[in-house]
């Protein structure tokens, strides 16, 4: 599915607010005396872009573009680009830093004899550590740069850190890998999405990455199995014949033996992304790491769900299929179901829990039984994690949403989110993550948050909101798709604007279906599903939407 939608954003991108990536991670130096080898930084398709050096006798507003446009050539630690920059200061800066992606083209105006200013409007940045944040509007900012004169020639004394790539010279040296780490009772891997450039190296900065720990906005709600100041002994992940070789500092040695096995899950599926590795070994500064053999289950990756329809219709709740008939839940939750006349519903992976929203608030139902845990007026769409609470926020209160668990204890968990009309609220199915879609008196806005939880589960807060581009036009709904996309869905005058979001990575809106959308889900595969106002069922998987052949007066979301 990753792979398709990077094949939709590439064919779109030119209707697209083109969303960003970033700068390599820094390898660690330090955990051991040994002697590390150095990072090869080749391009990994052989082709090397080989930007222009200085020309003689150029002014300094030739040596500033020359100097942007250097940014594309990574070999030598970005020699080229150095070659524009004074002796005293070509060290001295730092292109790893980040990368800010050029929407357009940067302006160049003078400030003073020997500086000159770059304005640009950028559409996502991403740091050093590879982690991508995007510019929801184009965001313009000014760059300062400058001038000193060295042998006769104009040469840039200062520039701010980081480079500037275009969004085709981004697309042609950047990739995106997921980082993977637990979630608090390690029965779910959790991608973190980074971007890194697609060199030699980018095996040993997946891995340095992963052990420096999760991307800010995640901590809290999920977890490594490493030990805190666990590096890389020798600086560099070696690949033979498939095989990746990491050589772990000390620290390492204080794992458990639980740990050591998530360990090496954690490096595996981090560095499944790298074409040339298949398996990964783990030494610890050369000396051989006893891994015992893995016990019981492993941790589910990008759980998936049925890839039936769930609905309500005609009051049967079930599963549907295009042949007209409804498959109901394995035991009595379809009737009761049915009976409440939902307006929404939500179904655990169990499929023996369900919260239902209608008319009167959200219910509970197990089987015959059902409990009304909150009849407050405005409420959104309920929803369900993993781990036994339901929650429930209401469409005028943005600063708190309440997590009730299945026997009706409530407990209040607030948030940062801005002030607005609360539209939906989902939690991942791996229940680290919520999201949320806001009505804001500036349009449609959709954050993704980390769900805090205390030691006995129970959540306690949310972490900072980090916003992802949303659909315009009226709110209509917002869905998680997998582990790591998400979809919001707008209504405008010329049909449903549906967008599709990799959570720190790139967004892509998908053909507009004709009608009127009533609400959407994920569904199997990653698929979207969409029901429109006239009850039908479409689905994507991608550039288009076809017809289920489903109906529905309620389609339901599966855990």
């Known amino acids: 599915m990753r792979a398709r939608l990077r094949t939709l954003v590439a064919t779109t991108l030119a209707a697209l607010t083109v969303v960003a990536l970033t700068a390599c991670a820094a390898i660690p130096t330090g955990g051991g005396v040994r002697t590390g080898q150095s990072v090869k930084d080749e391009a990994i398709s052989g082709f090397e872009l080989r930007p222009d050096r200085p020309v003689a006798g150029a002014d300094q507003t030739a040596i500033l573009r020359g100097f942007v446009a250097a940014g594309t050539g990574a070999q030598d630690d970005y020699g080229t680009a150095r070659e524009f920059l004074a002796k005293g200061f ?5 292109p790893r830093r980040g990368v800010t992606v050029l929407q357009g083209s940067g302006a160049i105006d003078r400030v003073a004899d020997r500086e000159l200013t770059y304005t640009l409007t950028a559409s996502a940045t991403v740091d050093a550590d590879g982690e991508y944040t995007q510019a929801v509007r184009p965001t313009t900012s000014t760059l300062t740069f400058q001038f000193v004169r060295e042998d006769g020639e104009w040469r840039i004394a200062y520039a701010p850190d980081g480079i500037i790539l275009t969004p085709v010279s981004f697309e042609s040296q950047f990739q995106q890998h997921a980082l993977y ?17 697609a060199r030699s190296s980018t095996s040993t900065r997946i891995a340095s990455a ?19 100041g666990t590096q890389l002994s020798l600086n560099a992940v070696t690949i033979e014949n498939g095989s990746a070789l990491v ?31 298949s398996s990964v070994s783990i030494t610890i500064e050369g000396a051989t790491f ?24 005609d009051d049967e709740v079930g599963y549907a299929t295009a042949n007209g008939r409804v498959a109901e839940l394995g035991g009595d939750e379809s009737a009761t179901i049915a009976a409440l006349d939902p307006q929404s519903f939500s179904l655990a992976a ?16 197990r089987g015959r039984d059902a409990l009304r845990i909150d009849a407050t007026e405005g409420l959104v769409p309920p929803t369900l994690d993993d781990l036994g609470f339901v929650w429930v926020g209401q469409g005028g209160d943005t600063g708190r949403v309440t997590a009730y668990g299945l026997g009706g204890d409530p ?51 949310l972490g900072p909101p980090v916003r992802v581009q949303a659909a315009t036009g009226d709110a209509v709904g917002a869905a998680w798709v997998n582990d790591s996309d998400v979809v919001s869905v707008g209504q405008t005058d010329t049909g449903p604007e549906v967008v599709r979001s990799t959570v720190g990575g790139q967004s892509a809106t998908l053909p507009k279906p004709d009608g009127t959308a009533a609400s959407v889900t994920g569904g199997s595969g990653g698929s979207v599903l969409l029901r429109m106002a006239d009850g039908t069922v479409l689905q994507s998987t991608g550039g288009r939407w076809d017809t289920t052949g489903v109906t529905a007066d309620v389609l339901g979301t599966q855990r």
């Open 90 to 94: 070509a060290q001295k800066w730092n």
């Open 181 to 197: 780490f637990f979630d608090p009772t390690y029965r779910y891997l959790v991608p973190d999405e980074r971007w890194f450039l």
């Open 210 to 228: 992963l052990l420096a720990g999760p991307s800010d906005w995640l901590k809290g709600a999920v977890v490594s199995a490493f030990p805190e």
């Open 247 to 277: 050589d772990l500092s000390s620290d390492a040695l204080r794992a458990s033996n639980d740990d050591r096995v998530r360990m090496r899950e954690q490096l595996t599926r981090s560095l499944a992304s790298v074409a040339s590795v």
């Open 290 to 313: 006893s891994l015992p053999e893995q016990q019981g289950t492993q941790a589910r990756l990008n759980p998936d769900v049925d890839p039936r329809p769930l609905v309500d219709r």
């Open 350 to 365: 169990s499929g023996t829990v369900a919260a239902v929203g209608n008319a009167s608030g959200v219910v509970v139902v």
């Open 411 to 461: 407990h209040q968990v607030p948030t940062t989110l801005p002030r607005g009309r609360l539209v939906s609220f989902q939690v991942s199915r791996d229940s680290t993550r919520a999201l949320a879609l806001i009505d804001t008196s500036d349009g449609p806005a959709l954050y993704v948050m980390a769900i805090v939880r205390g030691g006995d589960r129970t959540p306690t807060g």
